[in-house]
C-alpha cells in the first residue's frame, strides 16, 4: 500500500476546494497539502455557474438588507449566525476574486457591476457577463498554482475516509491513471466534492456531481442535514436540462405561458408592472418553479417533445443587451435549443439544480468528526436553508472555503499525530473490498446504468418539486429494493487503467444512500416549507418543524433527528414576495 | 500503463485543407523569392546599359521564362491572399471596447493594395 | 421525459486502445439510435450504459463549458457535447483521441505536458508591491481595459487546439496555443505588472516563435478564443521590446 502524508488534505477540486488551497498555500505555507480531485480542477462543476456571486458593495446597498434576503429566502430554515458571517465576509472575498483576476463585468467608471437576482430586494450580484462561475473557477485554479505546498492530486478519485480513534485522518483514493489505490494521509481533511444533482434524472448539474463527500461523511458518521431540500431552478433547456441564467431574469427577461401571459402574477408574485425586485420573475426559485407545476396543471403550458414548457422572453432586452450580458445563453439556446433569444422566446422548464442540505458542519465547516470539514454544496452549513437564493451559493464557496482551510489548519496544528500503520491498513482493506466486490467478482446481472437510471426515476416521482406521504413511502421501498440489487452489480470492464466503469458503480453506491437519506428526510418532514413542498401537509409548521433534518446512515434504513434552527435577530414570519 | 503515442504521419499536410493551404502559403515563399532573384538580375543588368538590358528582356521571352513568370505570379497571388486573411488574427484593434471587425482590416488591406498598385501602375505608365 | 422515437440507426467507429492488453489499437464500431437532438456524447454514452461499459472517455458538463470531451470528429478536433449526429447523418462516424496527445485508454488522453506549459506561463495576477490590502477595495478597470484580455480569458483548456497545431505535434516543446494565450490574456490585463517575468517562457525558442501561423488554433476554439492572434500579438509586441534594447538600451525595460 503505498502511503503519502500531508498536514491538510483537500478532497476536489472546484469553487470551494481551491479557495481553501489558495488560502492554506498563502497563510499557512509551510503546511504540505494535497487537493485531491476526480477531475481536473477547471473540470468541477462551479465552472457551469452562470449569473453571478452575491456581496454587499453599494452604498445604496446594507448587510442586512442581504442578512434578511437570505433569511426569508431560506424560509427561515437558514441559521442566522452563519447567515450574518456569510454576509459580513462576502465582499472581502469577492474583493479578494478581483485581485486575484477575476474579470468581473465593469461599470464605465471602472467599478465592478452589480445586477438584480431572484429574492434579493436590491441588485448586489457580482458578475462576469453569464460565465462567472467558469471566471472564479479558472481564477481560482490559476491562482492555485502559484503555490509550491500545494500537491496536485488530478484524477484522484476518494472512495473512503480513513477514520481511526474516531478523527479523520486521510482519505483512501484510486489513481485514476492506474487504478492503484492509494493512502492519503493528512492531519486534517476538508471534503469539496459539490452537490449530488445526478440524483436526478433532469439536472443542470453535470456527470460528476455524484455527491461523493456527502457519502464519505454520511459513512463516516456524520449525519446528513436537511437532504430534503433540493432545489429546482425555474428556467431549463427541456431534454438536455441545461442550464438557462436566472440572470435571464435579472436583465429584465420575463416567463409567460402559451398565451403569451405572465402568469407568475397569479401565484403570489405579481402585480407585474412596476418593475420591481423581489417579485414576478425575480421571486425566488422555489416559488417559481412551484408555480410552473400549478400552470402546468391548469393546461396553460406549452408542450414540447420533452414535457411541457413555459417561455422565457428576452427579445425586448435588444441584441446589443443580450450578446453583452447573456451571451452564453444566446450560444446554449442557439447551440441545444435551436432558438435564438434575441428573435424568439426559449423554452424552459424546472430542472435539477443545487441540493441544500448535505454534511452537517459548523460555522467554521467542522463537522462533528474530529479532523473532519466540508465546505460548499457539499456541506450544509445552514446558510441557505429551505432554499438557496441565487448567487449566494458562489460567494459562499469562498467564504466558507476559507474559513473551513483556517480551521483546518489549526486542527492539524494541534493534532500532529498520525497512526500511519493503522489508516494504511485501512486503505489496504478498502483495495480488498473494491476488487473483491466489483473487479473480481463473479457472477451478478445488473448493469450500472440500469440501476442508476432507476434511481433517477424513483427520486423524481417521489422527491419532485411536489411530495406525498404515499409517493415518498412508495420512493423509500424502492431504494431499498434497489440498494438490494445493487448487490447484484456486475461491471463490463474489470482492467486496472482507467476504469471509468469502476468509478461509475462506486458513485452509483454513494447515490443509492444519500439518495435514501433525501427520501426519509423528506417523510419524516410533514410540513412545507421551501423548496420541500407536501401535498398532504401543505403549511409550515413552526412549532414542529422549525428544525433541521439530520440524517443518520444506520444498517438499515437512515435515522432521523432533529437539530434546533438558529435564529438571531429576524424571528419566523410569512414569507411575502412582489409586495 | 504504457500510453499509446501515434506519430505525425509524413502527410499530415494532404489531410486536412487548412493544413495543405498552410503548405502552398509555405512554398509559395520559394517562388516570390525566385521571382526577387530574376527582378535583381533585372537591375543589374539595366545599370550595365541598355544593350545588357534589351539582351535580357529578349531573354525572357523564351516559353520557358513566361511559364515561370506566370506561376510566380499565381504563386505569388497566393502568397498575399493567404497571409492577408490572416491580418485581422495579426492585428488586434480596438475601437472602445469592441475589436475593429475582421472583415474591416481585411478590407481596408485590399484597399490599400489596390491603391497602391494603381499608384505604381500610375508611375510606370507615365 | 419523452424522447423523440429513434428514427433509424448510426454507425460509431470508435478507436481503442487498452494499455493493460498492450495491444495495437483498433477500431470498434458500435450502432447506435440516431435522434435528431443527439450530440456525438449521447451517442458514446449510449454506448457505454447500454452496449459496452469498458468504452473509456472523458465528460461532466454537456454544455461546452468544463473542457472534458473533446475528440477528434471524422478528423477534426470538436467537443463531442457540440457535434451533433444530424451533421454526420446518415454517414457512419469515426472518432478519435485528441490528435498530438498521449493515449492512456480509449479516448483519454493525457494533459500533464500543458498543465506544466500553463504553470510555467505564471498564470496569476503579479503586483510588484504586492496585492493591495482587501481595505482598499478593487482595482478599477475600465471596459475597454477589460475588453483586451476578454476574448483570451474564455480558454476552457479543452485541448482541441493543440490537437489542431501541426507544430505542437512535430514539437512537443512547444508552449503552444492556449498557453500562449493565457499567458496574454494576463499579460494584457490592466491589474496585472507580470509580463516581464513571463516574456522568459513565452518569448523563448519554445514559445512564439516556433509558431508558424497555421492558424487552425483559431479555427477549432470552441470559444472564439483566438490564440493565434494571442500569438500574433505576442510576436509583435516582442519584437518592439528587442528593437527598444537594440536602439534604445537606456530607456529601460518595460
Known sequence: ????????????????????????????????????????????????????????????????????????????????????????????????????????????????????????????????????????????????????????????????????????????????????????????????????????????????????????????????????????????LPGSGILITEAARGEGGILTNKDGYRYLQDYGLGPPEPFRKRAMELGPRDRLSQAFVQEEAKGRTISTPFGSAVYLDLRHLGEATINKKLPFVRELSKNYAGIDPVYKPIPVRPVIHYVMGGVDTDVEGATVVPGLYAAGECACISLNGANRLGSNSLTELLVFGRRAAHAAAQFAAENPALASEKLKAQASDEQERIASQFIRKQGGNERVATLRLELNRLMEAGAGIYRSGDGLQKACSGIAALKDRFRNVALDDRSLSYNTELISVLELEFLLDIGQSLLHSALCRTESRGSHQRTDHTARDDQKFLKHSMAYRTDAEPRIEYKDVVITRWPPKERVYGK | MKPYIRPMPRDWWLQRLPYLSFMAREVSSIFVAAYVVVFMVMLSRISQGPEAYQAFLASLESSLAIFFHVVALAFALIHTLSWFSLTPKAMMLYIGENRVPSGLILGSHYVAWIAISAFVAWILLN | MANNAPNGTIRLEIFRYSPDKGEEPKFQTYEVPFREEWVVLDAINYIKDELD???????????????SCGMMINGIPKLSCAAFLREYYPKPIRVEPLANFPVTRDLVIQLDDFIGKLKSIQPWIVRKDGEKPVSEGV????????????????????????????????????????????????????????????????????????????????????????????????????????????????????
Not at chain 1, 457551469?48 to 426569508?72: P, R, Y
Not at chain 1, 458578475?127 to 500537491?151: C, E, I, N, P
Not at chain 3, 505588472?193 to 488554433?217: K, L, M, N, Y
Request: glycine content about 10%.
Open chain 1, 1 to 236: 500500500m503505498e502511503s503519502h502524508e500531508y498536514d491538510v488534505v483537500i478532497v476536489g477540486g472546484g469553487g470551494a476546494g481551491l479557495r481553501a488551497a489558495i488560502e492554506l498555500g498563502e497563510s499557512f505555507p509551510k503546511l504540505r497539502i494535497a487537493v485531491v480531485s476526480k477531475v481536473y480542477p477547471m473540470r468541477s462543476h462551479t465552472v457551469a455557474a452562470e449569473g453571478g456571486a452575491a456581496a454587499v458593495i453599494k452604498s445604496n446597498d446594507s448587510l442586512e438588507n442581504h442578512c434578511h434576503d437570505t433569511v426569508s429566502g431560506s424560509d427561515w430554515l437558514g441559521d442566522q449566525d452563519v447567515i450574518e458571517t456569510f454576509v459580513k465576509e462576502a465582499p472581502d472575498e469577492l474583493i479578494r476574486m478581483e485581485h486575484w483576476g477575476c474579470p468581473w463585468s465593469r461599470e464605465p467608471n471602472g467599478q465592478v457591476a452589480v445586477r438584480p437576482f431572484g429574492g434579493m430586494v436590491i441588485e448586489r450580484t457580482w458578475f462576469a457577463a453569464d460565465k462567472t462561475g467558469f471566471h472564479m473557477l479558472h481564477t481560482l485554479y490559476q491562482t492555485a498554482l502559484k503555490f509550491q505546498s500545494l500537491k496536485w492530486y488530478d484524477e484522484w478519485f476518494v472512495t473512503k475516509l480513513l477514520v481511526d480513534n474516531g478523527r479523520c485522518q486521510g482519505v483512501a483514493a484510486i489513481e485514476l491513471l492506474t487504478g492503484q489505490l492509494h493512502a492519503i494521509l493528512g492531519k486534517a481533511v476538508i471534503l469539496c466534492t459539490g452537490g449530488a444533482g445526478r440524483l436526478f434524472p433532469f439536472t443542470t448539474n453535470g456527470a460528476i456531481k455524484t455527491g461523493d463527500g456527502m457519502f464519505l461523511a454520511y459513512q463516516a458518521g456524520v449525519a446528513l442535514k436537511d437532504m430534503e431540500f433540493v432545489q429546482y431552478h425555474p428556467t431549463g
Open chain 3, 53 to 67: 461499459g469498458t468504452l473509456t472517455y472523458r465528460w461532466s458538463c454537456r454544455m461546452g463549458v468544463c473542457g
Open chain 3, 139 to 254: 482595482y478599477l478597470q475600465s471596459p475597454a481595459e477589460h475588453a483586451r484580455f476578454k476574448d483570451f480569458s474564455m480558454c476552457i483548456n479543452c485541448m482541441l487546439c493543440y490537437s489542431a497545431c501541426p507544430v505542437y505535434g512535430l514539437e512537443k516543446e512547444f508552449l503552444g496555443p492556449a498557453a500562449i494565450a493565457l499567458a496574454q490574456r494576463y499579460n494584457m490585463d490592466s491589474r496585472d505588472q507580470g509580463r516581464s517575468q513571463r516574456q522568459e517562457v513565452v518569448a523563448s525558442h519554445e514559445g512564439i516563435w516556433q509558431c508558424t501561423f497555421i492558424g487552425e488554433c483559431s479555427a477549432v476554439c470552441p470559444k472564439h478564443v483566438d490564440p493565434a492572434a494571442a500569438i500574433q500579438q505576442a510576436k509583435l509586441s516582442s519584437t518592439i521590446d528587442w528593437f527598444q534594447e537594440v536602439l534604445w538600451p537606456w530607456g529601460g525595460k518595460k
